[in-house]
């Protein structure tokens, strides 16, 4: 069993560096010193971490599980201890982040079950890149992140927590929008308004996907507007857009959304520290 954290940030340090003299002089330790906390380290676990050969050091295969592992658990350490300072300076605040593939108005009614169970937080929700997301999760800095689909959770632990229907939205004045549905091979010829390129986003990539298991390849073009719903993409690309809004009038009388069929759903994937609990994640998780 792992007795001392610093031990273990150390050894991070070593390895990511690459050198005992470089990881020191960055930690503001002598080398021996260094050298000997990850000697402690070693016999504390009972196997070699690093080969040695001169000056160069490579990571054993125990160390290199090491450092997979220690990388969620320093920052599950760090978000304790950042939550024990924000109880002891009377700080409740709960930081909810999310992709920009998800609306706010969805994202609260994700998270409405524990707003309502946990009168006495204060929520925030943070719009963030996929990237961006991702490494605020692991550092701490947002208590539980979601995005569309499902994707690689790596040094985080993930869950589907719900799934959202996708519909078309077009503009008023656009030849579909007097539709009562709109079969997606009614879109083949029709450009497609995304918020992402393809590879750099799970729900555009989802949504192309779907496109071609209907038998052809989208036109697309990315929204200039960032950062925007995607439901007033069709006013700025003159593009039809696959957004999980409900279905009607939107933006003013400017844009009809429309239901797709066949029906087609895009799950919401949540993304947490592992080695951490939360009685306010659990809520969101359970409903």
């Known amino acids: 069993m792992l007795h001392d954290l610093r031990r273990v ?34 016999k504390e676990l009972g196997v070699r971490l690093f080969v040695r050969a001169g000056r160069r050091i490579t990571l054993t295969v125990p160390g290199q599980a090491l450092l ?79 995005r569309r689909g499902i994707a690689p959770t790596g040094d985080l632990s993930g869950a589907v927590i719900g799934y959202h229907r996708v519909r078309v939205a077009v503009a008023g ?41 209907a038998g052809f390849e989208p036109d697309y073009v ?15 690309t003159g593009a039809v857009a696959l957004v999980t809004a409900d279905p009607g009038i939107a933006m003013s009388g400017r844009v009809r959304v429309i239901d797709l069929e066949p029906r087609l759903m895009v799950p919401v994937q949540a993304l947490w520290q592992q080695h951490t609990v939360s009685a306010v994640r659990d809520t969101v998780l359970t409903s």
């Open 9 to 42: 940030e150390q050894f991070v340090k070593v390895a990511e560096v690459g050198s005992f003299t470089g990881a020191a002089a960055q930690l503001h330790l002598s080398q021996q010193a260094l050298s000997s906390a990850v000697g402690q380290l070693e």
């Open 68 to 146: 997979v592992e220690s990388r969620p658990l320093l920052a599950a350490a760090r978000t304790v201890d950042a939550h024990v300072r924000s109880a002891a300076a009377d700080q409740h605040a709960w930081v909810v982040g999310h992709s920009p593939a998800l609306g706010g108005a969805e994202v609260y009614q994700l998270v409405e079950p524990a707003i309502d169970a946990h009168p006495d937080l204060s929520f925030t929700f943070r719009q963030l890149y996929p990237d961006e997301l991702y490494a605020a999760v692991l550092d701490g800095s947002v208590h539980l992140g979601l």
């Open 173 to 213: 004045t656009h030849h579909l929008a007097a539709a009562e549905s709109i079969d997606i091979t009614d879109l083949a010829g029709e450009r497609l308004a995304l918020w992402s390129p393809p590879g750099f986003s799970y729900f555009s990539d989802f949504l192309m996907s779907a496109c071609r298991r």
């Open 222 to 236: 990315v929204s200039r507007v960032q950062g925007a719903a995607m439901i007033a993409a069709p006013l700025t």
